[in-house]
């Protein structure tokens, strides 16, 4: 005998509840319908796929390119599609810690979809970019970040839990909110401000996991981003790989103050203003760790009473980088 219809419910993912609610069933099909994808989208990944980088892929800054991925109608029902999500009032769970309004689009049931976009048009892309970290890309964490005044208004400064990160705005009714870069992880100039990247509906950005970056604080409207975290398992198994995690060359002297993060950095202190909400967020930070101070980063530290170290206020006498 079957149990009452709200019993199997019961037992049901909030993915498998989705599935008769779905605004647009095709999109959980593929993505890669003639409407949805640009003609410019396709003649990259043909070329990619032929072994040779299309020149419409945009050399924004060291590390950092740009194509046009998805129409204007994709965007449009992509978000029509969160939005009845939302609106369907089954639970989500946001992407990471520093996003509160965001949803983790592998949950909603596009997993399969997402993957099929992975394999056949960013993989091949990728590759040709980044070829030690795209050997293959063997899984995905793909997730809608959202940006307003009065809700997240930006994104801290911070590395991806990614290999290959590929990011795509999906509208345009904003100002401000820039994605701003700074250097790579563990290198000497990883906190030295590199290039500020202004989104446009449709454009992906695509950059490694260890790039340092952060969203600029948003000035009016409303800024949506689908971003596909791509992993390789493979590479991260490597011997390569772990030698670079483990690098932490010396600072190239003071960070620059666009590419200090709240989260991370002991000496953010010393050159933004804390607030109640990043201080909030200061949980300890470790960065850069005591062998890759720059030379001035023990007075800096002295200088300023509120650096925080191991989530406590710092004593003045608790200089973790030695002062000259
Ligand atoms: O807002 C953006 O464009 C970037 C978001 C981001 O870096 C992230 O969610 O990891
Ligand atoms: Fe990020």
């Given at each position: 005998k079957q149990p009452p219809p709200s019993a199997r419910n019961a037992t049901l993912t909030p993915e498998e509840r989705y599935v008769p609610l779905r605004r647009e069933p095709k999109l959980f099909e593929s993505l890669l319908r003639d409407e949805w994808l640009t003609s410019e989208a396709r003649a990259v990944a043909a070329a990619a796929w032929e072994g040779y980088l299309h020149d419409a892929v945009v050399r924004e800054s060291s590390g950092v390119y740009s194509f046009e991925l998805f129409s204007k109608a994709f965007c449009e029902t992509f978000l029509r599609e969160v939005d009845n999500y939302d609106a369907s009032g089954l639970p989500v769970r946001r992407p990471n810690s520093m996003n509160n309004y965001g949803l983790i689009v592998n949950e909603i049931g596009m997993r399969d979809a997402i993957t099929q976009l992975q394999q056949e048009i960013l993989w091949p892309v990728a590759r040709l970019l980044f070829p030690l970290q795209s050997t293959r890309f063997d899984a995905h964490h793909s997730f809608i970040v959202r940006y307003k005044e009065d809700e997240d208004p930006g994104l801290d400064m911070h590395t991806d839990d990614s290999d290959v990160t590929f990011n795509v705005c999906?509208?345009?009714?904003?100002t401000g909110a820039g994605l701003t870069f700074c250097g790579d992880a563990g290198?000497?100039?990883?906190?030295k401000l590199a290039f500020r990247y202004r989104h446009e509906m449709g454009r992906v950005v695509v950059h490694l996991g260890t790039k340092r970056h952060g969203a600029d604080d948003i000035e009016s409207g409303e800024r949506r981003n689908l971003i596909i975290w791509n992993h390789n398992h493979r590479w991260r198994a490597s011997r390569t790989y772990r030698r670079l995690r483990e690098r932490y060359a010396t600072e190239a002297g003071e960070p620059d103050t666009e590419c200090v993060s709240y989260t991370h950095d002991r000496d953010y202190g010393a050159f933004k203003p804390h607030t109640d909400r990043t201080r909030e967020h200061a949980n300890r930070p470790w960065c850069p760790p005591e062998q890759a101070c720059y030379d001035t980063m023990g007075e800096r530290l002295l200088e300023d009473e509120y650096s925080y170290y191991g989530g406590r206020p710092r004593r003045?006498?608790?200089?973790m980088c030695p002062a000259t």
């Open positions: 999906l509208n345009s009714n904003f290198t000497s100039r990883h906190r003045r006498s608790q200089g």
